[in-house]
T-cell receptor
Framework: GNSVTQMEGPVTLSEEAFLTINCTYTATGYPSLFWYVQYPGEGLQLLLKATKADDKGSNKGFEATYRKETTSFHLEKGSVQVSDSAVYFCALSDRGSSASKIIFGSGTRLSIRP | GAVVSQHPSRVICKSGTSVKIECRSLDFQATTMFWYRQFPKQSLMLMATSNEGSKATYEQGVEKDKFLINHASLTLSTLTVTSAHPEDSSFYIC???????????FGPGTRLTVL
């Protein structure tokens, strides 16, 4: 079945450091891929998405490229800020499914030190 | 963008009582709504999928008589936790999807604490 595997946290970085959170997936067909962010005490917000191979999603300085050959969708940011501290979820949605369920990874908690 | 609201944001109840959580799509019609449960420091687990006007489809291991879902209109779905117990304490999150695309829009979540 479909699944998402992302690097375990917590990840702690200093402000302005480079961030990579790895995500790989297993899916039949051609899923859409997402990164969601959850700030403390809040629900999920869509951070970025990519719907086909080689697409790059970007938002708020974050980027992720849909790599079909490596089945990956790694999240990157060149210079993190304290306000980026949150839990990040990689996810996929099988477009072939009429219910379009979203399968989430386990989440990676990111803490940024001033 | 599309907005999904949940009410209440927090609820504390006594063991044995029932609690209803509402999920509303504020500026779009949601043909499908999803209910998730999130345990502390864990990912979201899909509980059920509901389509407007039909019975919800529950994921394996989720008791349909325990977690009653109603999706009576294109903008409202409700989750009722019946005879709640402390182990039902969790963060419940809904999401809504239009018939047009496969993007889901998430509500802010409801934190349920059962004493």
């Amino acid at each position: 079945g479909n699944s998402v595997t992302q690097m375990e946290g917590p990840v702690t970085l200093s402000e302005e450091a480079f961030l990579t959170i790895n995500c790989t997936y297993t899916a039949t067909g051609y899923p859409s891929l997402f990164w969601y962010v959850q700030y403390p005490g809040e629900g999920l917000q869509l951070l970025l998405k990519a719907t086909k191979a080689d697409d790059k999603g970007s938002n708020k300085g974050f980027e992720a490229t849909y790599r079909k050959e490596t089945t990956s969708f790694h999240l990157e940011k060149g210079s993190v800020q304290v306000s980026d501290s949150a839990v990040y979820f990689c996810a996929l949605s099988d477009r072939g499914s009429s219910a379009s369920k979203i399968i989430f990874g386990s989440g990676t908690r990111l803490s940024i030190r001033p | 963008g599309a907005v999904v609201s949940q009410h209440p944001s927090r609820v504390i109840c006594k063991s044995g009582t029932s609690v209803k959580i509402e999920c509303r799509s504020l500026d779009f019609q949601a043909t499908t709504m999803f209910w998730y449960r999130q345990f502390p420091k864990q990912s979201l687990m899909l509980m059920a999928t509901s389509n407007e006007g039909s019975k919800a489809t529950y994921e394996q291991g989720v008791e349909k008589d325990k977690f009653l879902i109603n999706h009576a209109s294109l903008t409202l779905s409700t989750l009722t936790v019946t005879s709640a117990h402390p182990e039902d304490s969790s963060f419940y999150i809904c999401s809504a999807r239009t018939s047009a695309g496969n993007e889901q829009f998430f509500g802010p979540g409801t934190r349920l604490t059962v004493l």
